[in-house]
């Protein structure tokens, strides 16, 4: 238990910095690019911005730091119950504020910083009340369910953002966390892990529902961080990435609480929720990235 707390909030940790380093290279793109920050018919951006966003070293070094994210937030899946490490895993939503302040000049109102501190109470609650991870397997008709509800996650949410262009900064935002989500409840249920035997591994569609919702994912949250502010963006992908995981958790693959303690993880899971729902809400009005902001602190943009 210990070490799959240690390793949720280190990918937490990793997926909170990445996200602001990321909206700093959209940031700096669009002013340096201003002829490139093109916008769709809809007012959403175009491939050639978002192309240009992703070639900043922000960016790429941000992408690093999702990547090994991932990674930790994988074993961390498989060592804790789902909803236990997707919500801790999502406390990076506390470092992407936090790091916000300083590195985007965004300020904070008291009631994103008590929606913030609400979602670390929950946390506390969470990680008191949680018992042992379920089991994880589950039959092949399952892992073609979860491939085909990834696919239309990404494809069928990268079409609507699209369309709705720059209104869907909190719908790309909640999509990618949804992405996200089943992402974690792919790890957890992958076949062919332990022990490994990679003739199953490379046949089980869970695999391809990884690489489906992790790529498509982060794509999605691209967009959001382009056309909307960085912290109800961060808070809708949490929203995304948790519920949903966590009730497949309990339903679906045995997660349990402690005994005696269902009402508290009950508790400390929609505290959770409320707090990144009100973080989403009170921050949806954020300059978005295209968007003149003050400029980072010069230690970090060269």
Not at 38 to 45: D, F, I, L, N, Q
């Amino acid at each position: 238990m210990l070490i799959g707390l240690l390793t949720a909030v280190a990918a937490s940790i990793c997926y909170g910095t990445g996200s602001v380093l990321q909206a700093v290279g959209s940031r700096r793109a669009a002013r340096e690019n201003p002829a490139a920050a093109g916008v769709t018919a809809h007012g959403g951006p175009n491939l050639t911005s978002t192309a240009k966003a992703a070639m900043t070293w922000e960016f790429i070094l941000g992408t690093v730091l999702d990547f090994v994210g991932f990674g930790l937030g994988a074993l961390a899946a498989r060592l804790l119950p789902l909803f236990l490490s997707q919500t801790v895993i999502s406390a990076n939503l506390v470092i992407t504020a936090v790091l916000s302040v300083k590195m985007l000049g965004i300020r904070l109102s008291r009631k994103e910083w008590a929606s913030i501190a609400t979602v670390c109470v929950s946390l506390v609650l969470l990680a008191t009340a949680a018992g042992h991870e379920g089991s994880g397997h589950t039959d092949r008709a399952t892992h073609w369910w979860l491939l085909a509800v990834t696919l239309l996650i990404i494809v069928g949410g990268t079409v609507a953002v699209r369309f709705l262009g720059a209104r869907a900064a909190i719908l790309a935002g909640l999509l990618s966390g949804l992405g996200f989500g089943a992402l974690g409840v792919g790890v957890r249920v992958l076949d062919g892990v332990d022990p490994f035997d990679p003739v199953t591994l490379l046949t089980d569609p869970a695999l391809y529902a990884i690489v489906v919702a992790g790529a498509g994912g982060m794509y999605l949250h691209t967009i959001a961080l382009q056309i909307g502010s960085v912290n109800g963006a961060t808070a809708a992908l949490v929203v995304g990435e948790t519920v949903l995981p966590g009730a497949i958790g309990v339903l679906w693959l045995n997660d349990a609480s402690r005994p005696g303690f269902a009402w508290l993880a009950v508790t400390g899971f929609v505290l959770a929720v409320a707090g990144a729902v009100a973080v989403a809400w009170f921050g949806k009005h954020g300059a978005p990235a295209g968007q003149p902001e003050p400029e980072p602190a010069p230690a970090l943009v060269p």
